[in-house]
Nanobody, 115 residues
Framework: QVQLVESGGGLVQPGGSLRLSCLIT????????MGWYRQVPGKERELVAQ???????NYGDFVNGRFTISRSDDKKTVYLQMKSLTPEDTAVYYC?????????WGQGTQVTVSS
């Protein structure tokens, strides 16, 4: 079992920056991958960024270099640094971990980009 706790969401103005954090609070095995997805009402959850065990990173097409995923040295915290945010980035952001083929999700954190 893996438990994930997100933090760092909130309200930010267009063009601003925000950093999300996701901590593994239960589970001693390092996940095969950790990442961030986002979802808006009426749409499917989409990949934002993902980092695999050996450091390979994967980003959604819409990121266009604006976001950076990273993790702590102990690989139990993953960060999403977001910059140049637009209103289209408004969504609930979910932390994800994949361990032995099983998906685990955090509770989600709201990111709202608005003036």
């Amino acid at each position: 079992q893996v438990q994930l706790v997100e933090s760092g969401g909130g309200l930010v103005q267009p063009g601003g920056s925000l950093r999300l954090s996701c901590l593994i609070t239960r589970g001693s095995t390092i996940p095969n991958s950790m990442g961030w997805y986002r979802q808006v009402p009426g749409k499917e959850r989409e990949l934002v960024a993902q980092i695999f065990t050996y450091g390979v990173k994967n980003y959604g097409d819409f990121v266009n270099g604006r976001f950076t995923i990273s993790r702590s040295d102990d690989k139990k915290t993953v960060y999403l640094q977001m910059k140049s945010l637009t209103p289209e980035d408004t969504a609930v952001y979910y932390c994800n971990a994949i361990l032995f083929g099983n998906n685990y999700w955090g509770q989600g954190t709201q990111v709202t980009v608005s003036s």
